[in-house]
């Protein structure tokens, strides 16, 4: 089969930004965001992501340990700076202005999407079940054969 090149109506379908919904911050008010995928390497190549969380970044993309020590810190610094980025309604200038800040589900969901895009949050928010128990008996694992 011969490959064809993306014509221009696919491109700029392609540049269209998503409505996801994200994590709420209160349960009866539904938290749905204007967002786009982001590249952390472009961020990098801008300087959106400074030279001090660049090892940090590359423990992100690439998932391995840096040799300089990354901390937390610096590691939420770059999901937030990711997020920050993909947010584009409401922004985070928005959301300040009207006293809230992303929640940790809220940065992990917008650093997930700008990863994997829609695929990655659908799985990320399927429906978990009540895990509470009515006995309290311990469950304990079946001996391995």
């Known amino acids: 089969m011969e490959?064809?090149?993306?014509?221009?109506?696919e491109l700029k379908k392609m540049a269209e930004y998503d409505v996801i919904k994200l994590p709420r911050f209160k349960a009866e008010i539904p938290f749905n965001v204007k967002v786009k995928r982001v590249s952390l390497l472009n961020l990098v190549r801008t300087g959106t992501i400074p030279n001090k969380l660049l090892s940090a970044a590359e423990e992100l993309f690439y998932g391995?340990?840096?040799?300089?020590?990354?901390?937390?810190?610096?590691?939420?610094?770059?999901?937030?700076i990711?997020?920050?980025n993909a947010l584009v309604e409401p922004s985070i200038k928005d959301l300040e202005s009207v006293g809230l800040e992303?929640?940790?589900?809220?940065i992990v969901s917008l650093f997930n999407y700008t990863q994997e895009g829609l695929k990655d949050l659908e799985s990320f928010r399927e429906e978990q079940k009540d895990n509470v128990s009515d006995s309290d008996k311990q469950t304990v694992q079946e001996k391995a054969e």
């Open 102 to 106: 992303l929640t940790d589900e809220q």
């Open 3 to 9: 490959l064809k090149v993306t014509n221009m109506e």
């Open 82 to 84: 990711m997020a920050e």
């Open 64 to 80: 391995k340990q840096s040799s300089k020590g990354v901390d937390l810190k610096q590691l939420t610094d770059v999901m937030f």
